[in-house]
């Protein structure tokens, strides 16, 4: 099958096409091979553009100084407004494709030995090859090309072998099989990456990858590097048994080995036991009763425990590079000898053991009304202790971090599921489901040195606070840190004293953090203004600082679920699928973004639209731009001023960013017809349908982003744990509009 699928954004697509071919072959009567292989290619175009959800900052005039080829000369707040900012430009100098090669061969041997006795053996494997090309012809006229190709494969094995036994002899009434086996995992990849800068006037992308050395070394900024990648290895032994009686009564038992490569040798194997219990409450006797209305009543009980060696294999044991700066390199005999030093800023740890996630869940499965109404309900709580994620160490060890086994979580909940049929005769056909979800989490602990706050590091450097997000234990995860927004400032707040603002006994004043507007008059000392933000002192020390943060925002919901009604009426069929989210917290960055006024950035910024009604300090008088200082000048412009001043050089992170992310989407709606029977037979057909399908087609939500449905990134400028709730340049889902035919002969 083939693909082809062109990108929201300019210059963007993907590419791809896959062949399958299949065969099964009885050899004899007892024993049956099966054969599998796969090829794909897929080709992407355009990676990710930072800039895409800022575009609207770019120039909110057209052609300064009326003269399009002016493209220098502003200075601070250039990128606002010259040419070669233009986001539609950038785009158009950079290109990026990316090609994956994947082909997986799948082979099987089937052997039934005696009767309720059967063997099979599998083998898999596959190889990956990549290449990804990054061209950045040069924005201006001074910048220097560059090019950038990365080269990367590797492979997989798989080869599990199985015995099952079904035990011969027990009656109808009973049912008892055995299953063990084995399992053989191994992986690895390599890659090698080259990168060059200044390549020649008139060189095209075509030209820069087929002459990749033609580069101008002179700049310092070629480099070549690459990896032979640590290999996984995994070993598994496991077994099930499973029993029922008169389907009535169902019982399951496993039982896993795991020994992984990722663990050094006295941690390496993990033991992951499960038991499930089924009763059909239905099927007793003392149920007779109930068959006019209850058609199925099932009890589920059971207790699981499930490993996780999700992190690369070069964790536990410390790993070395060689030093090719002669400046660390050490002299013997007159010649440089190669020295080593620590390939990572990154500790290794050999006490490194497996995630484990213990699953509890009871449940009912039910159908009423001669099965018109059905559904399930479960309760569950899942623990996952000995979580291994990355935490920070002291600059005094040498290293910034390391992975370890930090702690535990949580999660209880109640899931209930009920679908039924709600109109039914001749033509017309109506059913609808819904589902809810109730779910609390929490961590348990924490290792003794973990702190828990981590940071989404929106504003750089200069985010305040650093860590704006926290691990704590009690709380959930996608806890968000920072100040309680009081308003803002207003001349109330001061004595205006021979020009100054001087704040009034009782009122609390803001720390150096916000590090305010340049070139507003103040007493030494004091950092609050008629508009800046007011946060609550939280500790009623006088002053705003670290002390006063605290959690503002839970980005987990109180329920999540969706519902669908489907109707067919005749030959029309009508699909409309919602999903919901209600009660959760969105940590809107672009809205407090907005709010951070850097003076070297800010300067021509085009701001978005809720920022028309954000505190003022200067005003446009015939054509010319007035500071207003005065306590009547500020309070006239300033009557409908719903945000503070913009003026912070600071990104500070404030409860102002944090609005309910609660929505109703309607995710999909599906309209089809298919051919009467009649029209089918005469073509020589068994069907025809064609249908259209709308995704994404609206959303009822009170949150003012572009859109509420935002999930965790793991790799927020590399935060440690899950940026749960974060809004920060999201790329917005697409409406799609899909027309499609089903036939079959």
Same mark, same amino acid.
């Given at each position: 099958?083939?693909?082809?699928?062109?990108?929201? %954004?300019?210059?963007?697509?993907?590419?791809?096409? =896959?062949?399958?071919?299949?065969?099964? *072959?009885?050899?004899?009567?007892?024993?049956?091979?099966?054969?599998?292989?796969?090829?794909?290619?897929?080709?992407?175009?355009?990676?990710?553009?930072?800039?895409?959800?800022?575009?609207?900052?770019?120039?909110?005039?057209?052609?300064?100084?009326?003269?399009?080829?002016?493209?220098?000369?502003?200075?601070?707040?250039?990128?606002?407004?010259?040419?070669?900012?233009?986001?539609?430009?950038?785009?158009?100098? /950079?290109?990026?494709?990316?090609?994956? !090669?994947?082909?997986?061969?799948?082979?099987?041997?089937?052997?039934?030995?005696?009767?309720?006795?059967?063997?099979?053996?599998?083998?898999?494997?596959?190889?990956?090859?990549?290449?990804?090309?990054?061209?950045?012809?040069?924005?201006?006229?001074?910048?220097?090309?560059?090019?950038?190709?990365?080269?990367?494969?590797?492979?997989?094995?798989?080869?599990?072998?199985?015995?099952?036994?079904?035990? *011969?002899?027990?009656?109808?009434?009973?049912?008892?099989?055995?299953?063990?086996?084995?399992? /053989?995992?191994?992986?690895?990849?390599?890659?090698?990456?080259?990168?060059?800068?200044?390549?020649?006037?008139?060189?095209?992308?075509?030209?820069?990858?087929?002459?990749?050395?033609?580069?101008?070394?002179?700049?310092?900024?070629?480099?070549?590097?690459?990896?032979?990648?640590?290999?996984?290895?995994?070993?598994?032994?496991?077994?099930?048994?499973?029993?029922?009686?008169?389907?009535?009564?169902?019982?399951?038992?496993?039982?896993?080995?795991?020994?992984?490569?990722?663990?050094?040798?006295?941690? %390496?194997?993990?033991?992951?036991?499960?038991?499930?219990?089924?009763?059909?409450?239905?099927?007793?006797?003392?149920?007779?009763?109930?068959?006019?209305?209850?058609?199925?009543?099932?009890?589920?009980?059971?207790?699981?425990? /499930?490993?996780?060696?999700?992190?690369?294999?070069?964790?536990?044991?410390?790993?070395?590079?060689?030093?090719?700066?002669?400046?660390? *390199?050490?002299?013997?005999?007159?010649?440089?000898?190669?020295?080593?030093?620590?390939?990572?800023?990154?500790?290794?740890?050999?006490? &490194?053991?497996?995630?484990?996630?213990?699953?509890?869940?009871?449940?009912?499965?039910?159908?009423?009304?001669?099965?018109? $109404?059905?559904?399930?309900?479960?309760?569950?709580?899942?623990?996952?202790?000995?979580?291994?994620?990355?935490?920070?160490?002291?600059?005094?060890?040498?290293?910034?971090?390391?992975?370890?086994?930090?702690?535990?979580?949580?999660?209880?909940?109640?899931?209930?599921?009920?679908?039924?049929?709600?109109?039914?005769?001749?033509?017309?056909?109506?059913?609808?489901?819904?589902?809810?979800?109730? =779910?609390?989490?929490?961590?348990?602990?924490?290792?003794?040195?973990?702190?828990? &706050?981590?940071?989404?590091?929106?504003?750089?450097?200069?985010?305040?606070?650093?860590?704006?997000?926290?691990?704590?234990?009690?709380?959930?995860?996608?806890?968000?840190?920072?100040?309680?927004?009081?308003?803002?400032?207003?001349?109330?707040?001061?004595?205006?004293?021979?020009?100054?603002?001087?704040?009034?006994?009782?009122?609390?004043?803001?720390?150096?953090?916000?590090?305010?507007?340049?070139?507003?008059?103040?007493?030494?000392?004091?950092?609050? !203004?008629?508009?800046?933000?007011?946060?609550?002192?939280?500790?009623?020390?006088?002053?705003?600082?670290?002390?006063?943060?605290?959690?503002?925002?839970?980005?987990?919901? /109180?329920?999540?679920?969706?519902?669908?009604?489907?109707?067919?009426?005749?030959?029309?069929?009508?699909?409309?699928?919602?999903?919901?989210?209600?009660?959760?917290?969105?940590?809107?960055?672009?809205?407090?973004?907005?709010?951070?006024?850097?003076?070297?950035?800010?300067? !021509?910024? =085009?701001?978005?639209?809720?920022?028309?009604?954000?505190?003022?300090?200067?005003?446009?008088?015939?054509?010319?731009?007035?500071?207003?200082?005065?306590?009547?000048?500020? =309070?006239?412009?300033?009557?409908?001023?719903?945000?503070?001043?913009?003026?912070?050089?600071?990104?500070?992170?404030?409860?102002?960013?944090?609005?309910?992310?609660?929505?109703?989407?309607?995710?999909?709606?599906? $309209?089809?017809?298919?051919?009467?029977?009649?029209?089918?037979?005469?073509?020589?057909?068994?069907?025809?349908?064609?249908?259209?399908?709308?995704?994404?087609?609206?959303?009822?939500?009170?949150?003012?982003?572009?859109?509420?449905?935002?999930?965790?990134?793991?790799?927020?400028?590399?935060?440690?744990?899950?940026?749960?709730?974060?809004?920060?340049?999201?790329?917005?889902?697409?409406?799609?509009?899909?027309?499609?035919?089903?036939?079959?002969?």
């Amino acid at each position: 099958n083939y693909m082809d699928d062109e990108g929201i %954004r300019v210059k963007s697509g993907f590419q791809r096409w =896959n062949a399958n071919f299949k065969l099964t *072959q009885k050899i004899n009567k007892k024993l049956t091979a099966d054969f599998d292989l796969r090829y794909s290619e897929i080709e992407v175009n355009g990676s990710g553009f930072g800039n895409a959800t800022s575009a609207y900052t770019y120039r909110p005039v057209d052609n300064p100084l009326g003269d399009a080829s002016f493209t220098a000369g502003f200075g601070q707040g250039d990128t606002n407004m010259e040419e070669t900012s233009n986001p539609l430009y950038y785009l158009n100098t /950079v290109d990026y494709i990316k090609n994956m !090669y994947r082909i997986r061969a799948k082979g099987a041997l089937t052997w039934n030995v005696i009767k309720g006795l059967t063997a099979k053996t599998e083998l898999s494997l596959n190889r990956n090859w990549n290449q990804e090309k990054t061209w950045n012809a040069g924005q201006t006229e001074k910048d220097n090309s560059s090019a950038k190709l990365k080269k990367s494969d590797g492979y997989g094995v798989r080869w599990a072998t199985t015995l099952n036994y079904e035990v *011969q002899g027990l009656g109808d009434d009973h049912s008892l099989s055995f299953l063990v086996g084995n399992e /053989v995992l191994a992986s690895k990849s390599d890659y090698t990456e080259i990168y060059g800068v200044g390549y020649p006037k008139g060189f095209t992308m075509d030209d820069a990858f087929g002459m990749i050395n033609m580069t101008t070394p002179s700049l310092g900024q070629d480099y070549f590097k690459g990896e032979i990648g640590t290999p996984n290895h995994t070993l598994s032994w496991f077994g099930r048994a499973n029993y029922s009686y008169k389907g009535k009564y169902l019982l399951t038992a496993t039982f896993r080995a795991d020994g992984s490569s990722k663990f050094s040798p006295e941690h %390496r194997w993990g033991y992951f036991p499960a038991a499930a219990f089924g009763w059909r409450l239905s099927e007793e006797s003392f149920m007779e009763g109930t068959k006019d209305w209850l058609d199925n009543l099932k009890v589920r009980l059971s207790y699981g425990t /499930v490993g996780n060696d999700g992190i690369s294999s070069d964790l536990w044991s410390q790993t070395w590079t060689s030093e090719t700066d002669l400046r660390y *390199q050490y002299i013997l005999n007159n010649q440089y000898s190669s020295s080593y030093d620590l390939s990572t800023e990154q500790m290794a740890n050999k006490n &490194l053991k497996w995630e484990t996630t213990i699953t509890r869940n009871l449940g009912f499965d039910f159908g009423f009304l001669k099965n018109r $109404l059905w559904g399930s309900l479960d309760l569950y709580w899942n623990t996952t202790k000995d979580l291994l994620m990355l935490t920070s160490l002291p600059g005094i060890t040498g290293f910034t971090s390391t992975y370890d086994n930090i702690g535990q979580t949580s999660n209880k909940g109640i899931e209930f599921s009920l679908s039924g049929v709600i109109y039914e005769n001749k033509d017309w056909n109506i059913t609808a489901g819904m589902n809810i979800n109730f =779910n609390k989490g929490k961590v348990d602990k924490l290792a003794e040195n973990v702190t828990g &706050l981590y940071g989404s590091s929106w504003c750089g450097s200069s985010s305040f606070p650093g860590e704006d997000y926290i691990l704590q234990e009690g709380k959930p995860v996608g806890m968000v840190r920072g100040f309680i927004y009081d308003g803002f400032y207003t001349t109330d707040d001061f004595n205006y004293v021979n020009g100054q603002y001087i704040l009034k006994e009782g009122v609390a004043d803001l720390g150096s953090f916000i590090n305010p507007v340049h070139g507003v008059d103040r007493p030494s000392g004091q950092n609050a !203004y008629p508009g800046l933000p007011k946060f609550k002192d939280m500790d009623n020390s006088g002053g705003i600082d670290e002390k006063d943060v605290t959690i503002i925002g839970d980005m987990n919901p /109180v329920h999540t679920g969706g519902f669908n009604i489907n109707t067919t009426y005749k030959n029309f069929d009508l699909g409309l699928y919602f999903n919901w989210s209600y009660g959760n917290d969105v940590y809107n960055v672009n809205k407090i973004a907005s709010l951070y006024g850097a003076k070297e950035k800010g300067v !021509y910024e =085009n701001k978005l639209g809720f920022m028309k009604d954000s505190y003022k300090i200067y005003d446009v008088v015939d054509g010319k731009l007035v500071r207003l200082t005065t306590p009547e000048q500020l =309070n006239a412009a300033n009557v409908n001023a719903n945000l503070p001043l913009p003026y912070s050089e600071n990104g500070v992170t404030s409860s102002i960013a944090i609005e309910d992310g609660s929505y109703l989407r309607l995710n999909t709606l599906t $309209l089809g017809y298919s051919l009467p029977d009649k029209v089918l037979h005469k073509a020589g057909l068994s069907k025809l349908r064609i249908y259209g399908t709308i995704y994404n087609l609206f959303t009822l939500t009170g949150y003012s982003g572009l859109d509420p449905e935002v999930s965790a990134n793991t790799s927020q400028n590399k935060a440690k744990y899950p940026t749960v709730g974060l809004d920060w340049g999201t790329y917005p889902r697409a409406r799609s509009f899909v027309v499609g035919l089903n036939l079959a002969f």
